[in-house]
């Protein structure tokens, strides 16, 4: 019996097989070869080639058969569906608002540059660390990602990008990824692995989650590894980053030193300059003596605008002098250019719907 065949059989049998309807970049090869059970073998080479190395839709696949390309089209459902996309930065940076299957929504950005094309992914809805000038942060928790959906988000980005090549994905979108490490790092494999991006061009943005900061220094690929600092003494990051109260800043320096021992990166350390809060020359001095012994760079970013704080982002003109604070210090730093904040799509401004209306799939609607 063909696919197309046993898929009828199975609808009108009423039994209901797992893999019809499931995401697409949620099958393994494995998966998909049970989904064309009595198509010729090279079918599940055709297909996989068709989503990951040609990143199209099934029924993009012209090289199937009319009747496989649509009984695919129907089976193998998109993860992300209705998505809002707006552009800015003469059309440099663009931002999706994806709906899940379950009503949720989920942020990507995709920024080009003369030397790089950049993604921006989502790792969960939501955020439950409470980073309280973090959007994400400020909407709660709602669910992490499946590996389909973060890789998905790239696979749009590439699409997105041509002619041009998705060079690079960082993983500071929505949500903690060391939080949802598993399917986070299975969506890295995947992306190293099937869509072809260096690890050294994947870049893990973490709140400090020792645990998975010590994982990651285990992990088989060279990915790079970013840290979010804001603040370098206790009483300052348990206001800022309420996860240092479970792991503060000398168990967190631990963790990175011996990330960096294990793994010979570089790590670097993100810096949101807020006005009067972390941006005083002390705090530049204490910034100072966490970043060197780990010979870590550091990113400053001046504060985005959030709904729901208050405080603003430093001046331009402090937050230059706050770079050359650091390289005084023998810190390297590098000042973060804002793209999209008119979109809402800079650092930290990413607040799509996380809680969306309970979801009810209508019937054989996609
Ligand atoms: N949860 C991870 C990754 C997502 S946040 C993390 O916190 O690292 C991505 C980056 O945006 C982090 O460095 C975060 O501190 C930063 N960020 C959050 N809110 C911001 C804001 N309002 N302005 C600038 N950067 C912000
Ligand atoms: Fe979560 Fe990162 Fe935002 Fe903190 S800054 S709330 S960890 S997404």
């Known amino acids: 019996m063909d696919a197309v065949t046993r898929t009828a059989v199975a609808m009108g049998s009423g039994r209901r097989d797992p893999l019809v309807g499931a995401a697409a970049y949620d099958l393994s090869r494995d998966d998909l070869g049970a989904l064309l059970a009595g198509e010729p073998r090279y079918r599940v080479r055709q297909v996989w080639d068709g989503l990951y190395a040609r990143v199209r839709r099934p029924e993009e696949m012209t090289d199937l058969p009319l009747a496989l390309r649509q009984h695919l089209g129907a089976v193998l459902r998109p993860a992300l569906r209705g998505a809002t996309r707006r552009s800015a930065d003469g059309g440099e940076t663009v931002k999706w608002a994806w709906s899940l299957a379950d009503g949720r929504e989920v942020e990507t950005v995709l920024m080009a540059y003369p030397d790089r094309v950049t993604a921006c992914v989502s790792t969960q809805a939501g955020c439950a660390m409470g980073c309280g000038f973090c959007a994400t942060g400020q909407a709660g928790f709602g669910r992490h990602l499946t590996m389909g959906e973060i890789v998905e988000q790239v696979v749009m980005a590439m699409r997105e990008a041509r002619p041009r090549r998705l060079s690079n994905v960082v993983f500071m979108g929505m949500g903690e990824p060391l939080a949802n490490y598993d399917r986070t790092w299975a969506a890295v494999e995947r992306i190293h692995g099937e869509l072809g991006i260096s690890a ?30 804001h603040a370098a003494n206790d009483e300052l990051r348990d206001r800022l980053v309420p996860i240092n109260r479970r792991y503060p800043l000398a168990t967190l320096a631990g963790a990175c030193a011996d990330y960096v021992a294990a793994s010979g990166r570089r790590l670097s350390i993100e810096w949101a300059l807020i006005d009067g809060t972390n941006d005083r020359p002390s705090d530049m001095v204490e910034l100072a003596a966490f970043a060197r012994p780990l010979g870590a760079h550091v990113n400053l970013i001046p504060l985005n605008p959030t709904p729901g704080y208050a405080v603003l982002g430093s001046s331009r003109r402090r937050v230059l002098e706050a770079r050359a604070e650091l390289e005084r210090l023998g810190v390297n730093a590098t000042v973060r250019a804002t793209r999209g904040a008119e979109i809402d799509a800079a650092c930290g401004q990413l607040a799509a719907r996380v809680s969306g209306p309970p979801f009810v799939h209508p019937r054989g609607v996609r």
Do not use: E, Y
């Open 200 to 229: 050294r061009r994947l870049t893990l943005s973490t709140v400090g989650i020792v645990p998975g900061i010590r994982r990651l220094a285990a992990a088989s690929l060279p990915v790079n590894l970013a840290v979010s600092l």
